[in-house]
Antibody
Framework: QLQLQESGPGLVRPSETLSLTCTVSGGSIVSTTHYWGWIRQTPGKGLEWIASIYHSGSTYYNPSLQSRAAISLDTSKHQFFLRLRSVTAADTAVYYC?????????????????WGHGTRVTVSS | EIVMTQSPATLSVSPGERGTLSCRASQNVSNNLAWYQQKPGQAPRLLIYGESTRASGIPARFSGSGSETEFTLTISSLQSEDFAVYYCQQYHNWPAITFGQGTRLEI
C-alpha cells in the first residue's frame, strides 16, 4: 500500500528557507505513470498546489510560487523535496505531499489520489 | 486564474438524507473536475475525478455530475462518517490548478 510521509522543521524564521522531505514507501517513486507533488493548506487561502515532479526531474510549478519554490527528488532514497525560500507568515500552513493520479506521457492528470498526513509549518521569529 | 466557488459554505443534513453540494467554475473546465473529502486532522481524500468517476474504494452513494462551469456532488444517503469538509478542484488549466474554498457538511 502506497504511503507518503512528510518531514521537516515545524518552525521557520521569516526570510529563511523552508525545507521539507516526502518519503515514499509501498510504491515506486520512479513510476512511469505518476508525478509527485506538494500542496499546502492555510485557513485563509485553503488548498494551494505548489509544485510537481517526475522521476526524470521534469517539474511544474504554481505560477504564483514559482519564483520562490524548488522541488527535487532523490530516487535512491525514495524521497522528494520542497524548498521555499524567503518565507513570510503567509507561508504558515500544513504542507502535504501527494501522488498525481496519472501521467499519460503528455502532462500530469493534475489531481491527487494519495496524500501524506501533512506536516504543520509555522513561520515566526 | 480559474476561481472555484462552492456553495453553500455549510450544509446541515440529517443522517439518511441526501446531501447536495455545488461547485461553480469561473471559466469552462470541461469535465476536468475532482472532489475531495477532508476530515479533521486528516489529509484530503480523492472521491471523484473526471466530474463523475469514483476513485478506488469510494462507495456508490457518492456521485458527481455537471460540466463546463456547474458541478454537483451528491451523497445519496448520508452516513455518520460522511460528515466532513468537501472540496472541488479544477485541473483543466494545468499547471494553474485551483481548489474551491470548501463546503462543511454537518449533522
Amino acid at each position: 500500500q502506497l504511503q507518503l510521509q512528510e518531514s521537516g522543521p515545524g518552525l521557520v524564521r521569516p526570510s529563511e528557507t523552508l525545507s521539507l522531505t516526502c518519503t515514499v514507501s509501498g510504491g515506486s517513486i520512479v513510476s512511469t505513470t505518476h508525478y509527485w507533488g506538494w500542496i499546502r493548506q492555510t485557513p485563509g487561502k485553503g488548498l494551494e498546489w505548489i509544485a510537481s515532479i517526475y522521476h526524470s526531474g521534469s517539474t511544474y510549478y504554481n505560477p504564483s510560487l514559482q519564483s520562490r519554490a524548488a522541488i527535487s527528488l532523490d530516487t535512491s532514497k525514495h524521497q522528494f523535496f520542497l524548498r521555499l525560500r524567503s518565507v513570510t507568515a503567509a507561508d504558515t500552513a500544513v504542507y502535504y505531499c501527494a501522488r498525481d493520479n496519472y501521467y499519460d506521457g503528455s502532462v500530469p492528470s493534475g489531481f491527487f489520489d494519495n496524500w501524506g498526513h501533512g506536516t504543520r509549518v509555522t513561520v515566526s521569529s | 486564474e480559474i476561481v472555484m466557488t462552492q456553495s453553500p459554505a455549510t450544509l446541515s443534513v440529517s443522517p439518511g438524507e441526501r446531501g447536495t453540494l455545488s461547485c461553480r467554475a469561473s471559466q469552462n473546465v470541461s469535465n476536468n473536475l475532482a472532489w475531495y473529502q477532508q476530515k479533521p486532522g486528516q489529509a484530503p481524500r480523492l472521491l471523484i475525478y473526471g466530474e463523475s468517476t469514483r476513485a478506488s474504494g469510494i462507495p456508490a452513494r457518492f456521485s458527481g455530475s455537471g460540466s463546463e462551469t456547474e458541478f454537483t456532488l451528491t451523497i445519496s444517503s448520508l452516513q455518520s462518517e460522511d460528515f466532513a469538509v468537501y472540496y472541488c478542484q479544477q485541473y483543466h488549466n494545468w499547471p494553474a490548478i485551483t481548489f474551491g474554498q470548501g463546503t462543511r457538511l454537518e449533522i
